[in-house]
């Protein structure tokens, strides 16, 4: 009985979490639409030696993180973005396909991805394939869902059902794990959209007191993170 009087105490925060993270992502959309940026030049900075690949969630263009793209450039990273992949709806083979695409021809190497929800799992799908073999040095992945969601499953759109649980190119994904030592996992204490959270065997695993799907993209925690993952020695082989 204690159990579930606690839980119903934490109801109506998680419904005001959830109308907050809500606002963000429509503002920020909002934002992307009427104020649209050029991403070109972020891409000159001097520390040429660890530049940025930003990879943005489901329904999500590059702009949804410009903050980050802002933050990261000040402090001398270049950051790239790959316009190819839209709003990244497309399958998440198909969109690491152009990640790798495009670490190639800009010839990119030594690359920390920076990739939201969705694009922690397009991240981790190039950082697989041969094709960008020996390009990217490590991942930050905000929110992903490396394990699905089950909510995946009331969806009729292809873009969100391959989150599902049970999508068996997911399993396969979330079963290697020869790359997850070069992954730092950032997730939310109350993340709406992935009730499993994003914890990732074998990786570097930071819960932030934040709660929120979107919101955390604003978190001064992350900014820190991002910032120390950039400025360690390259020793994670």
């Avoid at 503002?27 to 992307?32: A, E, F, H, I, N």
């Avoid at 991240?123 to 073999?133: D, E």
């Avoid at 993340?191 to 914890?199: L, N």
Wanted: charged letters at 20%; one cysteine or more.
């Amino acid at each position: 009985m204690r159990r579930i009087a606690h839980t119903a105490a934490r109801l109506p925060a998680r419904g005001w979490w959830w109308l907050l993270d809500y606002c963000y992502a429509a503002l920020r959309q909002l934002s992307g639409l009427l104020f649209r940026a050029d991403p070109a030049p972020y891409r000159h900075a001097p520390r040429r030696d660890r530049p940025v690949l930003l990879i943005p969630g489901v329904y999500e263009n590059w702009q949804f993180m410009h903050r980050i793209a802002r933050l990261l450039h000040a402090a001398g990273h270049p950051v790239h973005v790959v316009r190819t992949l839209g709003y990244n709806r497309g399958e998440v083979g198909r969109m690491a396909a152009l990640v790798a695409g495009y670490l190639r021809e800009a010839d990119l190497r030594n690359v920390t991805i920076v990739a939201h929800s969705k694009g922690g799992l397009v991240g981790k799908r190039a950082m697989l394939s041969s094709a960008a073999s020996g390009r990217i040095r490590h991942m930050v992945a905000v929110n992903s869902p490396f394990s699905g969601s089950v909510y995946a499953r009331l969806f009729l759109a292809p873009s969100i059902r391959a989150f599902s649980p049970g999508n068996r190119g997911l399993r396969a994904l979330s079963e290697d794990r020869s790359v997850n030592h070069r992954i730092t996992s950032v997730f939310s204490t109350f993340d709406p959209h992935i009730p499993v959270g994003s914890h990732l065997p074998g990786a570097e695993n930071i819960e932030l007191d934040s709660a929120g799907h979107f919101r955390t993209l604003d978190d001064p925690s992350l900014s820190e993170i991002l910032l120390r993952a950039l400025a360690e020695p390259d020793a994670r082989g």
